[in-house]
């Protein structure tokens, strides 16, 4: 399976808005997977645990996780990283002043990818493949959806989102030059 990508045309320096436009990947998805169904492809690689156990280890394992962090501990899960928790918070003028309740404003999990996750680029099984931005994937399919009804003259039904998406990191605005 190839690692989808779109292209997008941003602005050098975002804070200079007559900056250059240099043209940059935008990793895609085409399918959000759950548990379930990631539980059901762990299987098929030969696990002797069916689904249901794999579901209930993967469910225990993100409720203990999360435990675990918040007790203030990084866990490490071997050739999948670490994962660890940091602070966002307002600054006060003197120890004494700090209130967690009050200045702590986001606790933020972070992931520290192992040596396994650290280079995929290197990994010789990469495949690549430019596709649409989630912007033109809406795009044809309001236009699908628009030849449709022309060519039977009746309304399409509003139900039945494509399982098409982007990477999640704020590309709709993309522009594949």
Not at 39 to 44: C, E, L
Not at 123 to 142: F, I
């Amino acid at each position: 399976m190839p690692i989808k990508y779109s292209l997008s045309a941003r602005l050098m320096n975002p804070s200079e808005k007559d900056s250059e436009k240099r043209v940059y990947p935008m990793a895609q998805y085409t399918e959000l997977m759950n548990m379930t169904e990631f539980a059901r492809h762990i299987q098929s690689h030969g696990s002797p645990f069916t689904r249901d156990v794999i579901v209930g280890v993967l469910t225990a394992a993100v409720d203990c996780l999360r435990e675990q962090l918040v007790a203030g501990k990084k866990v490490n899960f071997g050739e999948m990283g670490a994962f660890y928790v940091t602070l966002r918070s307002e600054g006060v003028e003197d120890a004494d002043s700090f209130d967690p309740n009050v200045h702590v404003k986001n606790i933020h999990v972070h992931w520290e990818r192992s040596k396994f996750f650290a280079d995929l680029k290197g990994d010789t099984d990469v495949k690549w493949e430019h596709t649409l931005t989630r912007k033109e994937m809406a795009e044809a399919r309001k236009e699908s959806k628009k030849e449709a009804t022309e060519a039977t003259g009746s309304t399409p039904s509003s139900g039945g989102g494509s399982s098409s998406g982007g990477s999640g990191s704020g590309d709709s605005g993309d522009v594949t030059p």
